[in-house]
């Protein structure tokens, strides 16, 4: 008697791996320099002037290409999505480098603890490791002032993986376009009631001023719900059409002049709050689908030490402020007699020690943690490429 002949086991799934988007990764090289000479303003020229004062704005920039990218690496399989596998990957690229910060800026700590009273020490101390220090308007920025930011990621990357598999998902480009507006109109609505109902009792509201709910608006998890939905709504867009190399170029042309005009014409006008809180997402969408196509301004981007800093810049993000205020506090480039060529040697001195410690701890760890926690085989992306 014939024996039964027994089924082959099927083999492992194969995971489509996305080609890359270099143009987004170098965009995040200028963003995060953006960010940091916001913070420590050089002496410029005054027609550059504009595009540093409108550094804000680039937080909701990030985001809103997190939200893309996670939705060009995910949204195709997003009824096999693993939650476990996929906070574990970006856990393993967020928090080696987000316990490195909080070393560094470990003078920062004790200073909190001579500016705060013990119970918000201890709260602080007890809610920032964990990156829960976000959802208090008051402690949003307790021992490393810009981590607020991993607050919210965290956030939304937990609700990531039920988001994207919701059913609600337009599958038509016109919907698509009419859902990023709602999203859109969606991130305006605090601001706009914090204009109307004034709070805080504030006037004249710049990037200096300070009360309990306009500090809720900027830093805390919820007012940033929005502009991560749009993102994942662009990235979803991006897959249902078909952009040429040229139409490409042509919206990241038009998407860079729209930026830049907003920038010098626009950001002096519109109130403060409108502008922290997504005024310029749809240009800056322009600009996320315009980076996604093969041509002269994604390659220059895609360019060898620009994409470098590029896939550092999240060290570089976390890193800058409080080494700045370390080595200023310290006058570390006086007693190295080299006063004269600062600022520009503080600020060389932070990219180089960004880059070190991308190359050193953030890379070297996700890559283990992700060998240990996620995949048994090489990981589907590759390591070298933002994640998200």
């Known amino acids: 008697m014939a024996q039964p002949v027994s089924a082959a086991p099927a083999p492992p799934a194969v995971v489509e791996r996305k080609p890359p988007l270099p143009g987004l990764t170098g965009i995040r090289t200028f963003l995060a320099i953006g960010i940091m000479f916001f913070h420590f303003t050089p002496p410029l020229p005054n027609f550059i ?12 920039f990030f985001l809103l290409i997190s939200g893309f990218v996670l939705a060009y690496n995910y949204a195709h399989r997003a009824e096999t999505l693993k939650p ?42 007890l809610l920032t490791p964990i990156l829960l220090q976000g959802w208090s308007p008051t402690l949003s920025t307790f021992w490393n002032t810009v981590a607020w930011t991993l607050s919210t990621e ?17 599958r038509t480009p016109g919907k698509l376009v009419l859902l990023f507006g709602a999203f859109w109109v969606w991130e305006l609505v605090l601001p706009t009631i914090y204009l109307v109902l004034n709070p805080d009792g504030l006037h004249d ?45 042509a919206l990241t042309l038009i998407a860079g002049l729209g930026i830049f005009g907003a920038f010098y ?89 960004a880059y070190a410690a991308y190359r050193v701890v953030e890379h070297p760890a996700q890559k283990y943690l992700l060998s240990r926690w996620v995949y048994k085989t090489p990981p589907p992306v590759e390591l070298s490429a933002p994640l998200g």
Do not use: Q
């Not at 596998?85 to 700590?109: D, G, H, N, T």
């Not at 900027?218 to 939905?229: A, H, S, V």
């Open 84 to 125: 476990g596998k996929f906070y574990a990957a970006r856990l393993s690229r967020l928090y080696p480098v987000y316990l490195l910060s909080l070393i560094v800026s470990l003078e920062m700590l004790h200073s909190e603890w001579t500016m705060r009273s013990l119970g918000e020490f201890l709260r602080g101390a």
């Open 154 to 170: 965290a956030m939304l990357y937990l609700a990531f993986p039920y988001i994207i598999r919701m059913k609600f998902w337009p």
């Open 49 to 60: 002037r504009p595009v540093i004062e409108a550094g804000f704005t680039y937080i909701s």
């Open 265 to 353: 014409f626009l950001v002096p006008h519109v109130p403060y709050v409108l502008l922290h809180g997504g005024l310029l997402t749809p240009v800056f969408a322009l600009l996320v689908l315009g980076l996604t196509g093969v041509h002269v301004v994604s390659r220059v981007l895609g360019w060898g030490p620009i994409a470098a800093f590029g896939r550092a810049s999240l060290c570089l993000y976390l890193l800058h402020f409080n080494t700045w205020i370390t080595l200023h506090d310290h006058h570390i480039p006086e007693r190295l007699g080299v006063a004269a060529l600062d600022p520009w040697i503080s600020y060389i001195f932070i990219l180089c020690f």
């Open 205 to 249: 509201i710049n990037r200096y001023s300070s009360g309990y709910w306009l500090r809720a608006l900027k830093y805390t998890p919820l007012p940033f719900l929005p502009i991560f939905l749009a993102g994942i709504t662009l990235g979803r867009l991006h897959a249902v059409i078909t952009l040429t190399h040229r139409t490409a170029f």
